[in-house]
C-alpha cells in the first residue's frame, strides 16, 4: 500500500513539475475585429536565434490586418517578470507606416524567458490622415488593442 502512494505520489510530481515548464502552446491564433495574430513554431533556419533549454524559447509570430486600411501600425511584445506583474519588453517591435487590409507583419524567432507565463501583443494603429480646411494633413484618430497568450 504505502508502496503504490509512492509510486503514484512519484508521477502526480513528474507531471506538475512538466506543466509547469510546458511551452506555449503552437500554433495558437488570436483574433479581434481588427487583427489577427498568431504564435507560431520558430523557424528551424539556424542563422535564426534558437532555443535553450532551461533558459529561454523560441516562437514566431505573423500579424494580419483584418480590417481596413490603416496607418502607423506599431506592434510591441511583452512578457511577465518571474514573481512580479512587471512586464518586460521583448524583441519583435516593429513599426509599419501603412497596411492595407489582408496585409501581414512576421518576425521569426523571437526568445521568451522560460518561465515565462504570459506574452502580450500591444498593436497600435491610426484611422486614415484627416485634412483640413488649410490643406494640412494631421495624423488620423489612434486605436489600441492588446492580445495575450497564455502557457498551456
Do not use: C
Not at 85 to 106: I, R
Amino acid at each position: 500500500m504505502n508502496r503504490t502512494i509512492i509510486v503514484i505520489a512519484f508521477i502526480l510530481t513528474m507531471i506538475l513539475s512538466t506543466e509547469a515548464n510546458a511551452q506555449f502552446k503552437v500554433p495558437e491564433t488570436k483574433e479581434t475585429d481588427h487583427w489577427k495574430i498568431e504564435l507560431l513554431e520558430p523557424s528551424k533556419n539556424e542563422a535564426l536565434a534558437q532555443a535553450k533549454k532551461g533558459k529561454y524559447e523560441v516562437y514566431s509570430l505573423l500579424v494580419t490586418n483584418k480590417g481596413n486600411e490603416v496607418y502607423n501600425v506599431e506592434v510591441e511584445a511583452f512578457r511577465n517578470g518571474e514573481n512580479d506583474n512587471k512586464m518586460y519588453g521583448l524583441a519583435p517591435q516593429f513599426e509599419h507606416p501603412h497596411m492595407q487590409a489582408g496585409d501581414t507583419l512576421q518576425f521569426s524567432n523571437f526568445p521568451v524567458k522560460t518561465k515565462t507565463e504570459k506574452v502580450e501583443f500591444v498593436i497600435t494603429w491610426e484611422d486614415t490622415p484627416i485634412t483640413l480646411k488649410d490643406g494640412t494633413k494631421v495624423f488620423g484618430r489612434k486605436f489600441k488593442e492588446t492580445i495575450s497568450f497564455l502557457k498551456s
